[in-house]
């Protein structure tokens, strides 16, 4: 599963988002917000990766005017590994090398223009099996805040 997030700053391109993962009928679940009214970013954010963190096959993408905050509180959330992805070679090595289970996207006017190859780059790439990647996150898991 698929869940989505956003503040007002990423609403518009979570409706976008949501249009697209329809044409390639992928399963998703809207957890907010609704509208353009003013909200904060990180209670939508802790909500995906809330659901994130209880399977291992599920992904979060969350949208907030830069990415940052989104991201910032979405890592707070033990088993969530996000990630601020602004092009398809680092949205790439952000999976392979990272293993990252959250997209962070940024909705205002600077966001990427080519977000949907970003979103499939993120979706559908394999985290690399190297001793090396899984060490670092094995390490990355064991850090206490």
């Known amino acids: 599963m698929i869940y989505l997030g956003a503040d007002h700053a990423g609403y518009d391109l979570k409706e976008q988002v949501k249009k697209y993962l329809d044409e ?3 399963q998703f679940e809207d957890m907010g917000t609704y509208s353009k009214e003013s909200v904060d970013a ?3 954010a802790v909500k ?3 659901e994130v963190r209880k399977d291992k096959k599920n992904r979060g ?4 005017g830069s990415g940052i905050m989104m991201s910032m509180a979405a890592n707070k959330i033990k088993g969530a590994r996000a990630g601020l992805c602004w092009s398809n070679k680092i949205a790439k090595q952000a999976r392979e090398h990272n293993d990252i289970n959250i997209l962070a996207l940024s909705g205002r006017e600077d966001r990427p223009k080519d977000w949907k190859k970003i979103i499939d780059t993120f979706l559908f790439a394999k985290t690399l099996k190297k001793a090396r990647y899984k060490k670092r996150i094995i390490k990355l898991n064991r850090i206490k805040p």
Do not use: G, H, P, T
């Open 24 to 26: 390639k009928k992928i």
């Open 42 to 44: 990180s209670d939508y």
């Open 48 to 50: 995906v990766a809330k």
């Open 61 to 64: 993408i969350i949208i907030c």
